[in-house]
Structures are given as C-alpha cells and as structure tokens.
C-alpha cells in the first residue's frame, strides 16, 4: 500500500513540475526565423525613407505575443523572432500564426493607405527556421 501510495505521489509532483515548468520552457527556446519578401508591383512603395517594418507573432487565441522591428528594410530581409521579442510571454502557444506590415508612420495595428501587409495562412511551430513571409496587400 505504501509503494502505491509514493509512486501515485511521485507521479502527482512530476506532473505538476511539468505544467509549473512548460511555459518557461517554451519561452527559453523560442525561435522562428526566415525571410519577408514584397510583390514587385508594391517595391516601389516600399523604398520610402523611415519605413518600418512589422513582424508579428499572434497565439491561437490572436493575441500578439511577439514583436520584431525592423526600420529601414532592405528587401529580402532576414529576421529572427527570439524570446527577447517577446511582448506576452504568458501567452506564447505552441502554434503561432506570423504576419508583416510595413509603414511609415511607426503604429501597429493601423491599417492606412500606402501601408502594405502580409501574412502566413497555416501557423507555425514555435521553433520554426526558412519562413518566408510576402508583403502582397496594400492599403487603399
């Protein structure tokens, strides 16, 4: 009786060390780099001075859980998405959806004319290499 009795309350605090320590683990080796990419019909546009560059990783839920700037691109660029990108690291998900926005005026989540956008359609693994995001959808 007492064997079971320790192995039920081995079992018990190995599974809750695993869900104290998953989140942090997640957020240790985050990780997703690749390319952004722009539609030669928007090139053009996209070479104005002080354009700012948006990559943004959004949880299942769609919220924004990470952010990487990128002022001045030259396109194709390359980024790197890490933990130090984070912005709401108690939301990061095993799947992230990405998109890419490029401005001039340096505010996310405003859509204005001469703005272009971007974005994958299927999510990716939160440790995801050779993405490569098109910058295909301009604002009217």
Excluded: C, Q
Excluded at 21 to 45: C, D, H, Q, S
């Amino acid at each position: 009786m007492k064997k079971v009795f320790y192995l039920l309350l081995s079992g018990s605090a190995l599974f809750i060390m695993a869900r104290l320590t998953y989140p942090y683990f997640l957020k240790r080796v985050f990780n997703l780099r690749g390319r952004v990419e722009i539609a030669e019909r928007l090139a053009e546009t996209a070479s104005r001075p002080n354009s700012m560059l948006f990559v943004v990783a959004r949880n299942t839920g769609g919220v924004p859980v990470a952010v990487k700037k990128i002022i001045n691109p030259v396109f194709p660029v390359e980024f790197r998405i890490a933990s130090e990108s984070l912005i709401m690291p108690e939301l990061l998900t095993k799947t992230l959806f990405l998109e890419t926005f490029l401005n001039t005026h340096g505010e996310l989540g405003i859509f204005k004319p001469g703005d272009i956008k971007g974005a994958l359609k299927r999510p990716v693994f939160f440790r995801k290499n050779n993405i490569t995001l098109i910058l295909n959808t301009a604002a009217k």
